[in-house]
């Protein structure tokens, strides 16, 4: 059976001096699968998107800002992750350039600047504390990841770089 995950970015907007990432705290909606915890911001590719205009459009759509210079960190591949054990496929950028100003929300949650060496201090998805720290470290090269969840919880963690 081919495999055809869900398409998706995932964003984390540094701020001009690279010491804080723009995080949304998942507490607007008491249906959400994230309620509670930290996250950066994104969501699924639509139809005639590349994976480079969808990360702008929903860093738009959930920050009211304009992507002026991101790179590609890397992809993660997870098996069983969606509400309903949907696969994800996600692209990983960080936002080092943009225009504009955040507000200090939106339909998600509220919007915070966090130190990035804080990231850890706080509640997110147990998974995100592997990954993370190859979106923000030195290595120029992409990661590429596989993170299983079964039940709401991670079941492994690998990845290569190249």
Same mark, same amino acid.
């Given at each position: 059976?081919?495999? &055809?995950?869900?398409?998706?970015?995932?964003?984390?907007?540094?701020?001009?001096?690279?010491?804080? =990432?723009?995080?949304?705290?998942?507490?607007?909606?008491?249906?959400?699968?994230?309620?509670?915890?930290?996250?950066?911001?994104?969501?699924?590719?639509?139809?005639?998107?590349? #994976?480079?205009?969808?990360? +702008?459009?929903? #860093? +738009?759509?959930?920050?009211?800002?304009?992507? =002026?210079? !991101?790179?590609?960190?890397? &992809?993660?591949?997870?098996?069983?992750?969606?509400?309903?054990?949907?696969?994800?496929?996600? $692209?990983?950028?960080?936002?080092?350039? $943009?225009?504009?100003?955040?507000?200090?929300?939106?339909?998600?949650?509220?919007?915070?600047? =966090?130190?990035?060496?804080?990231?850890?201090?706080?509640? !997110?998805?147990?998974?995100?504390?592997? $990954?993370?720290?190859?979106? $923000?470290?030195?290595?120029?090269?992409?990661?590429?990841?596989?993170?299983?969840?079964?039940?709401?919880?991670?079941?492994?963690?690998?990845?290569?770089?190249?």
């Amino acid at each position: 059976m081919p495999y &055809t995950p869900i398409v998706a970015t995932l964003g984390y907007v540094l701020s001009p001096d690279g010491q804080r =990432v723009l995080m949304v705290h998942r507490n607007a909606r008491k249906d959400d699968q994230h309620l509670g915890k930290y996250n950066g911001l994104g969501g699924k590719m639509e139809p005639g998107e590349d #994976i480079a205009a969808c990360m +702008r459009r929903e #860093i +738009r759509e959930e920050a009211g800002i304009e992507c =002026v210079e !991101m790179r590609l960190r890397g &992809t993660l591949n997870w098996p069983g992750f969606g509400k309903n054990g949907e696969d994800w496929l996600g $692209f990983i950028f960080a936002i080092t350039r $943009f225009e504009g100003e955040p507000p200090a929300s939106n339909a998600e949650g509220n919007l915070e600047w =966090v130190p990035v060496n804080g990231l850890d201090a706080l509640p !997110m998805w147990e998974g995100d504390r592997n $990954f993370l720290p190859l979106v $923000f470290d030195d290595d120029p090269r992409p990661f590429h990841g596989v993170m299983p969840y079964k039940d709401g919880r991670m079941v492994s963690w690998s990845y290569t770089r190249l």
